[in-house]
């Protein structure tokens, strides 16, 4: 099997997509910042599942990063994920430099209300704008007819639906379950920086969570389990929890029992900030 075609200039992006679209092909795509894991090879299967075509786009994004944050060790292996993108058959690898995307004199930030309020914003203040702002650009320049996105991510997927929709962006937004290993650990590409110790407690992350959301879904108080999950996760060894919050699965309102949930998290083992979240029943 041959692998992706590689572009790294706009032009050649659109080049490419045009001649899909001439040629009656629908196409999906699939945003990521590279360092591809099992989760993100599920989203290419689904994206192939929707189109004929999917486009991955492997862009470590620096609007999104605070300048104290790992934009600088962040990994990136183009060869690996190319190797991975030829295996799950995806047709075309976008993978713009920085100057690509943002060309000197770039001026211009796209900043979504709604599901961006509290959660990661409140400890990541300009995450979501440079989310919103690169996810735009994407799909301006690829113009995908659907777009596939994981609940890993469960804030940023929210926030990339209601950006869709205040912008009419017209791209179908698909949300792909939560690849995990084999003791519950979300996938992630900094997962790289856990040592074999810190991966044993990133493991209860998963484990305190799925607890207290089905203590939730049978009745219990909504303010104790929330501290009772955050206080097991600091005896579990995470050395700061910066949230474990009950919301509104849609809108990331407070919840309300009786009404689809979703538990979300983030906490820190030592340098490295993980985040997961979980179904809420309705009880
Ligand atoms: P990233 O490269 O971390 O920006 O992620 C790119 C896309 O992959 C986002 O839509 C993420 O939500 C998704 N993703 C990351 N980890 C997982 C996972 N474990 N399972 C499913 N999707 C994931």
């Known amino acids: 099997m041959s692998g992706p075609i590689v572009v ?51 862009f470590v994004n620096p609007t999104q990063f605070a300048p104290t944050e790992d934009l ?13 993108l030829r295996e799950a058959g995806a047709q075309l690898a976008f993978t713009p430099g920085v100057a690509e995307m943002y ?9 979504v209300g709604g599901p961006s309020s509290g959660l990661e914003t409140d400890f990541r203040p300009t995450f979501f704008e440079g989310v ?14 659907c777009a596939v996105f994981g609940e890993k991510d469960y804030q940023q997927l929210c926030v990339v639906r209601q950006l869709c929709r205040d912008l009419d962006l017209h791209v179908e937004i698909v949300g792909a379950p939560t690849v995990r290993d ?6 992630s590409s900094r997962n790289a920086y856990l040592n074999e110790a810190e991966l044993v407690v990133a493991r209860k992350l998963n484990v305190v969570l799925r607890q207290a959301a089905a203590q939730l879904a049978t009745g219990a108080d ?3 389990t929330m501290s009772g999950a955050a206080e097991a996760l600091s005896s579990a060894g995470f050395r700061k929890v910066d949230y474990v919050a009950a ?13 689809e949930g979703r538990l979300l998290a983030a906490a820190w083992l030592g340098a490295t900030r993980l985040i997961d979240n979980v179904e809420v029943s309705p009880a």
């Open 72 to 84: 600088d060790k962040y990994p990136r292996q183009l060869a690996r994920d190319l190797n991975r």
């Open 132 to 145: 919103a702002t690169v996810v735009a650009k994407l799909f301006l320049q690829a113009t995908p007819d």
């Open 222 to 224: 909504e303010a104790s």
């Open 182 to 187: 084999a003791h519950g650990l979300a996938m």
């Open 8 to 58: 790294d200039s706009v032009v050649a992006l659109r080049a490419q997509i045009r001649d899909w679209r001439q040629a009656g092909l629908k196409v999906a795509m699939v945003p990521t910042m590279g360092a591809l894991h099992d989760g993100h090879i599920s989203l290419v299967r689904i994206a192939l599942e929707k189109a004929d075509r999917c486009v991955v786009s492997i």
């Open 103 to 111: 060309p000197t004199g770039f001026a211009t930030k796209i900043s």
């Open 247 to 259: 919301r509104e699965a849609m809108t990331l309102a407070p919840w309300r029992r009786g009404r």
